[in-house]
């Protein structure tokens, strides 16, 4: 929060843009992400070549959470895996700040019996947050309609 710019936001959602290959979070959603950083409420990960950003995540944080929200990478190099150093980075930050967890969010799995099949970038992105270790908890959400 100390080292937070809006240019670096914005590089970061230029980022994603080019990588989703279309706009998926509006101008006023990544100004939040912004404030959320700004008030230390999460925190930024980034990594550039030549002063070219070519990854970054942001993660939540709470006084025993860190949660991991959104991150992007340039495709680089015989598409070698940008962002898994950053989110090790991410981990250890974590940890020396004194969050206790670190949720990485749903994992997908291909023949789920009770949700319909996933699409093959959700098994890839579940991939890749499994190969963080760590354990899997089953969660219950719970919606109420008024």
Same mark, same amino acid.
């Given at each position: 929060?100390?080292? #937070? *710019?809006?240019?670096?936001?914005?590089?970061? @959602?230029?980022?994603?843009? /080019?990588?989703a %290959?279309?706009?998926?979070?509006?101008?006023?959603?990544?100004?939040?992400?912004y *404030? #959320?950083?700004? !008030?230390?409420?999460?925190f930024?990960?980034? $990594?550039?070549? *030549?002063?070219?950003?070519? /990854?970054?995540?942001?993660?939540?944080?709470? +006084? *025993?959470?860190?949660?991991?929200?959104?991150?992007?990478?340039?495709?680089? =190099?015989? !598409?070698?895996?940008?962002?898994?150093?950053? @989110?090790?980075?991410?981990?250890?930050?974590?940890?020396?700040? $004194?969050?206790? &967890?670190?949720?990485? %969010?749903?994992?997908? &799995?291909? !023949?789920?019996?009770?949700?319909? =099949?996933?699409?093959?970038?959700? #098994?890839?992105? +579940?991939?890749?947050? /499994?190969?963080? %270790? %760590?354990?899997?908890?089953?969660?219950?959400?719970?919606? @109420?309609?008024?």
């Amino acid at each position: 929060y100390k080292n #937070i *710019n809006e240019d670096i936001i914005f590089r970061f @959602m230029d980022l994603h843009v /080019s990588e989703a %290959g279309r706009e998926t979070k509006s101008k006023n959603s990544w100004l939040n992400k912004y *404030n #959320i950083i700004k !008030n230390n409420e999460g925190f930024l990960v980034t $990594g550039e070549i *030549n002063g070219e950003l070519i /990854s970054a995540g942001l993660f939540s944080i709470s +006084s *025993n959470y860190a949660d991991y929200q959104v991150s992007a990478s340039r495709s680089y =190099k015989n !598409n070698k895996p940008l962002f898994h150093s950053l @989110m090790w980075k991410a981990i250890y930050f974590a940890k020396t700040i $004194g969050c206790k &967890y670190f949720e990485i %969010g749903e994992i997908v &799995y291909r !023949n789920h019996p009770n949700i319909s =099949k996933p699409l093959e970038k959700e #098994i890839g992105i +579940s991939t890749f947050k /499994s190969g963080f %270790g %760590g354990s899997t908890k089953a969660i219950v959400d719970v919606e @109420m309609q008024f």
